[in-house]
């Protein structure tokens, strides 16, 4: 097993295989889902950004992705660079601890909704992408087996009677003029299960048990696709699974539509030619904690209202500014946004003259207050495993003088999304998996309760 933490360590990898992962993931980067994860630039680029390949030293170094890669009965797990401690030898319990904490923080993104039951973390499912398969497998395969999602869909057929309204010119040229006239070609509507939803619930059903290691996971994913036998095999990508949209009376159907296409956006598997396969699923680390951040507040927080958050920069129109938000309490209105950055320890051995923000995100914010005549800016960043339990809270204030030295109070928070006291043993101990965050969400919610309102 492999560890790599974003940007951060290095680990070498014989020469013959290290070659051929470069070929896959150059490979999969082409053949990915685009989607609103990559910026433009990624978008363009035919270059994988997964992982950087030092060819000198036969050494990968991970770049922003967290995730899981299976590659030649080896699994390197990519994982987020606020657990990093260089003076500490990450074990298979960390990695297990690590996982946790990523999955707790997709619980509350926006782009995927969790069931309201969660497993726990046992020796089984310790794996980050084999519990995500397990959440996925035991809630759709409980569904289906109470109800199978069915719509109405437009068929034409030859019917021995009339049905729905006749297709009189296929009629006339297949039938009247060819003495089948006792056959009517009809257009009508069916009820049926082979519809795009249960299709791409097939897709990916079949996707994850030739990936899944696990048992009971295999199993749970091999009954989905006995329920689902007469659905047909129709490749469904991300973007048609996220246009597809239900009634109040199928409202449970729309869990399983977030995992389809979390899944659809974040795995690859295939076999290359034809002998050696790869597996990936991976995530990139900026979007989950921006997406974690704001989906905490919109759950835990009382008394935020969110307002429009994007306006033209420029007269013609040609720039855009979109803060991640713009909120507004009783008292005050404020631009907040989420930065992943590791800031220096405010301390006196290593203590950070800018207060956390850098150049590039202070011009940004500056852009923001002016644009959205709003002088309050608030940037999120998260603690990492090495920092204090206290709040840090640092103050940049800039004075506009084309607003008649207006100031704009632009402050930064470290905020705590890493619970150190969570061990394995801890989390074996509830029968929930995310029990175990409790006390991380009550204090992450008190951190940002005194933000918000004081």
Known sequence: MINLFEYQNKV??????????????????????????YNEDENREEVQHFLQFLHKTNQLK????????????????????????????ILEDDVKVINSHVLWWLSYCRKIK????????????????????????????ELLNSSIYQKYI??????????????????????????????????????????NFNQCIKKVTKLLVSASKDYQNKRNLNDILFLLDEVSDIAIGADECKRIIFNPMFSSFETVRDYCVLFLE????????????????????????EDFIFGFIDREIDGIKPLKKEKKLDQEFKFKLKPDYVLKTKNIQFIADAKYKIVYNDDK????????????????????????????????????????????????????????NKLINIESY???IIDKDITLGYLKKHKLLFESFENLKTKLKQELEQILFN
């Open 349 to 404: 051995d290593n203590k950070d003259s800018k207060n956390g923000i850098s150049q590039s995100d202070l011009y940004q914010m500056i852009a923001y207050a002016i644009r959205f005549n709003t002088p309050n800016i608030k940037l999120f960043y998260p603690k990492t495993i090495l920092c204090s339990d206290k709040t840090n809270h640092n103050t940049i204030k800039i004075e506009d003088a084309l607003a008649n």
């Open 114 to 141: 969790f069931p309201n039951y969660q497993t726990g973390l046992n020796n089984e499912k310790a794996d980050f992408f084999e519990i995500l398969i397990y959440l996925f497998s035991k809630y759709t395969k």
């Open 62 to 89: 991970s770049n922003k992705y967290v995730g899981i890669i299976h590659f030649e009965n080896q699994t390197i797990n990519l994982l987020p660079k606020i657990f990093y401690d260089s003076s500490k030898e």
């Open 414 to 416: 470290k905020l705590s």
């Open 154 to 195: 437009e068929v034409e057929s030859e019917l021995s009677f009339v049905k729905g309204r006749i297709d009189f010119n296929n009629y006339i040229t297949n039938n009247l003029s060819r003495g089948r006239n006792h056959k009517v070609s009809c257009v009508y509507d069916s009820f049926e299960m082979d519809n």
């Open 266 to 289: 974040n795995c690859i598997s295939f076999n290359y030619k034809n002998s050696l396969k790869l597996f990936a699923f991976l995530l990139p680390m900026e979007y989950v904690f």
């Open 12 to 37: 070498s990898l014989p020469e013959e295989h290290f070659e051929n992962l470069e070929l896959f993931l150059d490979y999969i980067w082409n053949k990915r889902e685009k989607s609103s994860y």
